[in-house]
């Protein structure tokens, strides 16, 4: 079955920076594209950043400049690289991909920037 395992999350000040990590397994991960979004308390789900298969990337207006995405299909793996943290950026972050016509997520991991 697809599975999609998010690791990295954590407590960082404003200003700083942290990488998380989605491991994929059931999919054939090259063909896939992935997708990061987050959501805060008491807010909806929203879009972070996504990734093709070709390694075509896109990102929401308010981490655009500060977040990267990239994928090592050799580690069936997407990452999702923060700088300058701020305050507004705490929430779960969840990794999603697409397969046999059905959204996958991952079970989210917790960010928190105190300021």
């Known amino acids: 079955q697809v599975q999609l395992v998010e690791s990295g999350g954590g407590l960082v000040q404003a200003g700083g920076s942290l990488s998380l990590s989605c491991a994929a397994s059931g999919i054939i991960f090259s063909s896939n594209g992935m997708a990061w979004y987050r959501q805060a308390p008491g807010k909806q789900r929203e879009f972070v950043a996504t990734?093709?298969?070709?390694?075509?990337?896109g990102y929401a207006n308010s981490v655009k400049g500060r977040f990267t995405i990239h994928r090592d299909n050799a580690k069936n793996t997407v990452y999702l690289q923060m700088n300058s943290l701020k305050p507004e950026d705490t929430a779960v972050y969840y990794c999603k991909t697409a397969w046999g016509g059905d959204d996958y997520w991952g079970q989210g991991t917790q960010v928190t920037v105190s300021s």
């Open positions: 990734i093709t298969r070709g390694g075509t990337t």
